[in-house]
């Protein structure tokens, strides 16, 4: 790379600044392929994509893993009530995903790792986890200690447990010796996915997928660590517990970004409730381009409401920035000063309203940096 010798500050997400130097290991936590794309995802991977613009912009050399959790109970049943594969099944929602990744121009990531080519890491995982004593096998199952892990986090461990048990964790698994214990190894029934193992037949657990995944593409810890709000707690929290005691190097991801959940009428999307947005459908009526600065033309970090409108809005300031391109006016100051508000927390919306006013080299370079063209 060349060296710009009049650096930007780094990258600051909310209260971390993330310095580099010259790479950036990047992970994301990616779909489980059973379902169609809604706009709750994309919102994360587009942030993510954005994220991972600006670095590059400013000359860090990015490699970004997504993984692929295409061993899981949920994608078992689909998949057994559409009489496919689960594997096959994955397959064909893994298309669908990637058409609308591309869409919205993502960038693919450097790395897509599926969980069911990870098994033997997910046993290394388990095996070093035993050997440090932070993990004790029962019945088949390999379980990770985690009593302590919800604190660490400021959750008092009442809340712990009720959102362990929403996300399917059974913290009355007779088989835990504690509640918050949660499995690395499942040993599997009749008809679950199953491989051998020093344990006997089983699969992994959804922590240890993404701990493994992480852990063997990207080393021992990672410089950014993505995902969609509702994965703080608690699948990232385990997640990095499980790689922290493996590998012994704290902390294992330096900044986190968890980004807002899109609601709509308050609630989050669900297929459950029937209300969920789909990149597919909104992409019919609108530019890709409007359906991205929708999405990023807010803070990061919150959570918010779709509304129809909001798209409707997204389509006139993307017009106002392609006028505010086209006029005649450049100058290095105002171009780096878009990139510093980026660089600041991922500040879209005042980079947008500071383009707009300046236009010309400013707003060309928003939108390239941002991929809005
Ligand atoms: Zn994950």
Redesign the pocket.
């Known amino acids: 790379m060349t060296h710009d010798l009049h650096p930007h500050a780094p990258l600051r997400l909310r209260d971390t600044p993330l310095p580099l130097i010259d790479k950036a290991r990047i992970?994301?936590?990616?779909v489980t392929p059973y379902d169609v794309t809604h706009l709750g995802h994309a919102a994360t991977f587009v942030w993510v994509d954005a994220a991972t613009r600006v670095l590059r912009h400013i000359g860090i050399q990015t490699e970004v893993v997504r993984?692929v959790?295409d061993v899981d109970d949920v994608l078992t049943d689909a998949a057994r009530l559409a009489n496919t594969p689960f594997d096959a099944y994955a397959a064909m929602h893994q298309y669908q995903f990637d058409h609308d990744m591309s869409v919205l121009s993502v960038r693919r990531p450097d790395h897509e790792p599926r969980a069911h080519t990870y098994v033997p890491q997910v046993v290394a995982l388990s095996q070093a986890l035993l050997d440090r004593g932070a993990a004790y096998e029962r019945s088949g199952s390999v379980y990770f200690r985690g009593a302590g892990v919800p604190a660490a986090h400021g959750i008092d461990d009442d809340d712990a447990l009720a959102m362990c048990a929403e996300f399917g964790e059974q913290p009355g698994d007779p088989d835990k010796a504690h509640p918050l214990d949660v499995p690395l190894w499942r040993a599997s029934g009749e008809g679950q996915p199953s491989w051998p193992s020093p344990w006997g037949p089983g699969r992994p657990g959804?922590?240890a997928?993404?701990t493994a995944?992480?852990l063997s593409v990207l080393g021992s810890s990672v410089d950014l660590h993505a995902?969609g709000a509702d994965?703080r707690f608690p699948?990232?929290a385990f997640?990095s517990a499980q790689a922290e005691a493996a590998t012994g190097v704290t902390p294992f991801a330096r900044a986190w970004m968890h980004v807002g959940t899109v609601l709509v009428d308050g609630a989050k999307m669900a297929k459950s409730t029937g209300n969920l947005v789909l990149v597919d459908d909104l992409v019919r009526d609108h530019r890709p381009a409007a359906l991205r600065l929708m999405l990023l033309d807010r803070p990061w970090h919150q959570a918010w409401d779709y509304r129809p409108e909001l798209l409707d809005a997204a389509e006139q300031r993307l017009d106002a920035l392609y006028s505010a391109a086209g006029r005649r006016h450049d100058d290095g100051h105002t171009e780096r000063a878009i990139v510093d508000l980026l660089l600041a927390d991922l500040d879209v919306s005042a980079a947008l309203d500071a383009a707009l006013e300046s236009g010309g080299g400013a707003a060309r370079t928003l939108a390239a940096v941002l991929a809005l063209s």
């Open positions: 992970y994301v936590c990616g993984n959790t959804w922590h997928e993404c995944m992480a995902g994965l699948h990232h997640e």
